[in-house]
């Protein structure tokens, strides 16, 4: 089965919202996707987690890991040259 395709920040924000649902990771502002070389599969990867006073704590981080495992076996990364076809 294909994977569904999504961009950076509708990835960002599937994390954010699965994440802002345990209290541990009420702190979390924000996560930024970046795209990869396809490892196991994936063509994304988190690079980043900001946490409001910047210490993310270490049961957030692996929350985090878990769902962005989950999402990658559902959606792939947009490429974005992929998103302006007007050329």
Known sequence: MAKRLKTAPELE????LEMRQHAV??????VTVRETSDQAGT???V???NALGGAVPAP??????AT???L????ELLPEFELDMDF
């Not at 990771?25 to 924000?30: V, W």
């Not at 957030?60 to 890991?65: D, E, G, K, V």
């Open 60 to 65: 957030c981080r692996s929350l985090c890991a």
């Open 43 to 45: 063509n994304w990867a």
């Open 47 to 49: 690079a980043h987690i």
């Open 13 to 16: 924000r599937l994390i954010l």
């Open 72 to 75: 990658q076996q559902e959606y």
């Open 25 to 30: 990771c009420a702190g979390i502002a924000a």
């Open 68 to 70: 962005v495992m989950t």
